[in-house]
C-alpha cells in the first residue's frame, strides 16, 4: 500500500483543512477537529494536519495506480479553495 504526503505552505492550512473535510463530506465519511481531518476515500483514508505553516496530507492509497487519483483528487479542490493564494496543488512525496 503506497502512502504519498503532500504538503502547502500557507498561513491557512486550517482554513483549507476545514474546507476540504466539510467539501468532502458531502460524499464520503470525512470529519475534522481544529487542526485534524480525516477523508475516507475509496482508495484510501486522507489524515490532514494543519499547522501555522501550511497544511500537510498523508493519504494511504490502496494501489499505486490510485496515486495518480488520489493527488488529482486533493490537488483539484485546493487549487479552488485557495484560488485567493495561486497555489497550484501540494508538493507530494512518497512517504
Known amino acids: 500500500m503506497p502512502t504519498i504526503i503532500g504538503r502547502i ?3 491557512n492550512g486550517a482554513k483549507y483543512l476545514t474546507q476540504l473535510c466539510k467539501h468532502f463530506a ?5 470529519e475534522y477537529d481544529g487542526n485534524h481531518g480525516r477523508a475516507d476515500f475509496v482508495f484510501g483514508p486522507a489524515i490532514m494536519e494543519a499547522d501555522p505553516q501550511g497544511l500537510t496530507i498523508r493519504f494511504e492509497v490502496d494501489k499505486d495506480e490510485n496515486v495518480p487519483a488520489a493527488k488529482g ?8 479553495f485557495a484560488h485567493r493564494e495561486n497555489i497550484q496543488g501540494m508538493q507530494w512525496a512518497a512517504a
Open 9 to 11: 505552505e500557507t498561513e
Open 26 to 30: 458531502h460524499k464520503i465519511d470525512a
Open 73 to 80: 483528487v486533493i490537488d483539484n479542490h485546493l487549487v479552488t
